[in-house]
């Protein structure tokens, strides 16, 4: 009998370990989630110059109030085009904002956007670095979009 309560207590602990390790497992993963998610949802030539729309959803508790990001276009050879800042202004929480930009070239010579970083990440309740960290970067067009 001893020794079945042995095994009883010991699988009783390998269960409440195991149940501690999932709800380990289930945490890191929340706390893994993007804080903000950016989609190139498309690309669009208009005259000379390609509009480019953006997705973004503000994952975080708090605002956004303004976030602006550098980033990088490369051409379709793979070399750096155009160095540029862009202003996706405010970022409410736990909505989504569609925020377009237009630059002096075709679509088709835009191969790569790179987010760089978050040159302003205006957000008094959130911590530092808020823009960047946890980024999720996503693109529906051919054009791939980096972080």
Same mark, same amino acid.
């Given at each position: 009998?001893?020794?079945?309560?042995?095994?009883?207590?010991?699988?009783?602990?390998?269960?409440?370990?195991?149940?501690?390790?999932? +709800?380990?497992?289930?945490?890191?993963?929340?706390?893994?989630?993007?804080?903000?998610?950016?989609?190139?949802?498309?690309?669009?030539?208009?005259?000379?110059?390609?509009?480019?729309?953006?997705?973004?959803?503000?994952?975080?508790?708090?605002?956004?109030?303004?976030?602006?990001?550098?980033?990088?276009?490369?051409? &379709?050879?793979?070399?750096?085009?155009?160095?540029?800042?862009?202003?996706?202004?405010?970022?409410? +929480?736990?909505?989504?904002?569609?925020?377009?930009?237009?630059?002096?070239? +075709?679509?088709?010579?835009?191969?790569?956007?790179?987010?760089?970083?978050?040159?302003?990440?205006?957000?008094?309740?959130?911590?530092?670095? &808020?823009?960047?960290?946890?980024?999720?970067?996503?693109?529906?067009?051919?054009?791939?979009?980096?972080?």
């Amino acid at each position: 009998m001893g020794h079945l309560v042995l095994k009883s207590s010991t699988l009783a602990f390998c269960f409440m370990v195991g149940f501690g390790t999932v +709800a380990t497992a289930q945490e890191a993963a929340q706390m893994a989630a993007p804080a903000i998610a950016m989609e190139l949802s498309a690309a669009e030539d208009l005259d000379a110059q390609c509009k480019l729309s953006f997705v973004v959803t503000n994952g975080h508790k708090s605002d956004v109030e303004q976030a602006v990001y550098e980033t990088v276009l490369f051409d &379709a050879a793979g070399q750096v085009s155009r160095l540029t800042l862009l202003d996706f202004q405010d970022l409410p +929480a736990g909505r989504l904002r569609v925020r377009q930009f237009q630059f002096p070239q +075709a679509c088709a010579d835009i191969s790569r956007v790179l987010i760089n970083g978050a040159q302003t990440c205006s957000a008094p309740a959130l911590p530092k670095g &808020a823009c960047s960290q946890g980024l999720s970067l996503t693109s529906r067009v051919k054009v791939e979009l980096l972080g």
